[in-house]
């Protein structure tokens, strides 16, 4: 039962231009949100987070956007970087639950 | 650098064999967690540890077995291996401040091949 859900394994931008990553989720319960960034041989870091009292969360380059009626969240990179080609991970938690992660994007972002 | 540490990076065993991860959260943090990544997976939920006390359980095998000693370190345990679980093991940890708001920080996983 995949209770988030990323729909594109990869997406490829050219440097410069804006990286938009989906995830949809399927618990309504779901009250925060968080998208992680991969790095081949290292773990997921923190990019940024979302609570459901929001719709939107900027940090720099990156922002987040959350749909609660449509259960869709999306990370949006602008402008998109080469250093920014990693995997990302959508997760999301409901009060006092485990992170449930989705299967993750790979972005490439080319020069 | 996350703070989080996890030994060793790589193990290769054969079906049928007992393993140990090992991982030391970061200082401060009380909880640990256990994830999972299989090929074109994402990170399956295993098992979380606060404070010495198991927390949270998801989707892990009766094979596998994990705890947290005094000092905060964690070890998960992997017995009966089968090609099947062969992936790469990642511990986190958090503060756990209780609002549920958690954000983890991992470490850079072991890579466990069977086979």
């Known amino acids: 039962d995949q209770q988030v859900k990323q729909n594109s394994p990869s997406l490829s931008v050219q440097e410069g231009r804006i990286s938009i990553l989906n995830c949809d989720y399927t618990n309504s319960m779901f009250d925060y949100f968080l998208w992680y960034k991969k790095y081949p041989a290292e773990g997921p870091t923190f990019l940024i987070s979302i609570s459901s009292i929001k719709d939107k969360n900027e940090d720099g380059r990156f922002t987040v956007f959350l749909n609660k009626s449509a259960k869709h969240l999306s990370l949006h990179i602008v402008p998109s970087q080469p250093g920014d080609s990693a995997v990302y991970f959508c997760?999301?938690?409901?009060?006092?639950?485990?992170?449930?992660f989705g299967a993750g994007t790979i972005l490439r972002v080319k020069s | 650098d996350s703070g989080v540490t996890q030994t060793p990076k790589h193990l290769i065993t054969a079906t049928g064999q007992r393993v140990t991860l090992r991982c030391s959260p970061r200082s401060g943090d009380l909880s640990v967690y256990w994830y999972q990544q299989s090929l074109d997976q994402g990170l399956q939920f295993l098992i979380q540890?606060?404070?010495?006390?198991?927390?949270a359980k998801g989707n892990i095998l009766e094979r596998f077995s994990a705890q947290q000693f005094p000092d905060l370190h964690s070890e998960l345990n992997l017995s009966s291996l089968e090609l099947g679980d062969s992936a790469l093991y990642f511990c986190a940890s958090s503060v756990d401040t209780g609002t549920g708001n958690e954000k983890l920080f991992f470490g850079s996983g072991t890579q466990l091949s069977v086979l």
């Open positions: 997760a999301a938690s409901a009060i006092n639950d485990k992170l449930v």
């Open positions: 540890y606060y404070n010495g006390e198991e927390r």
